[in-house]
């Protein structure tokens, strides 16, 4: 598994509908403990995970409108989970999951088969500082250079940016 991990260039990683229930984070701390087995792996795989909830597909709720996915995410927030870390910055739509299943977004209608979603701006600065703050953390106590967090710090600005402009993972903010 280790030398999968190391070998990736994308990690792709599916949550159970059982974690979820459960608010079991075990999945993500393996992980990350294998993440961070050492320093180079730990480097080499920022920004470079995908999450996905395969037993969800058959539901007609978006992940957002899922009162126990919310729960789950908020927790993983609340438990210092270095998302900004981990996630892909530039393609997939693991973040705007995150950013929707954890802040309060207000459904609009669908405008060209996407969702019109209404952010909270309160939510918004909760979010961002909290995950920046779980970033910081992370990359403290794992000894990662002041440089590689700017890094994936200007990568978040980045796809923040994007996710805003309205077109970013099939979601439309109004």
């Given amino acids: ?8 260039s994308l990690l792709v990683f599916a949550v159970s509908k059982s974690e979820i229930i ?4 075990s999945t993500l701390d393996t992980l990350v403990k294998r993440l961070t087995k050492n320093k180079e792996m730990t480097i080499s795989k920022r920004a470079s995970a995908e999450i996905f909830f395969p ?3 058959s539901d007609p709720r978006e ?5 126990e996915v919310r729960r789950w995410f908020r927790k993983t ?6 998302w900004f870390y981990f996630l ?20 609009q209608g669908i405008y060209d088969n996407k969702h019109g979603l209404e952010l909270d701006p309160d939510e ?17 106590v794992n000894g990662i250079s002041e440089k590689i967090n700017r890094e994936v710090s200007a990568g978040i600005a980045n796809w923040f940016k994007a996710f805003l402009s309205s077109d970013a993972a099939n979601f439309v903010t109004n």
């Fill in 1 to 8: 598994m280790n030398k999968a991990l190391s070998e990736a």
């Fill in 22 to 25: 459960g608010s079991d984070l």
């Fill in 55 to 57: 037993e969800y597909d």
């Fill in 63 to 67: 992940l957002y409108q899922i009162p």
């Fill in 77 to 82: 927030i609340d438990e210092e989970f270095p």
């Fill in 88 to 107: 892909n910055h530039n393609v997939g739509i693991s973040l705007t999951v995150l950013y929707c299943c954890t802040c309060k977004v207000s459904f």
């Fill in 124 to 140: 918004t600065g909760w979010w961002l500082e909290q995950n920046f703050l779980n970033l910081n953390k992370f990359v403290e």
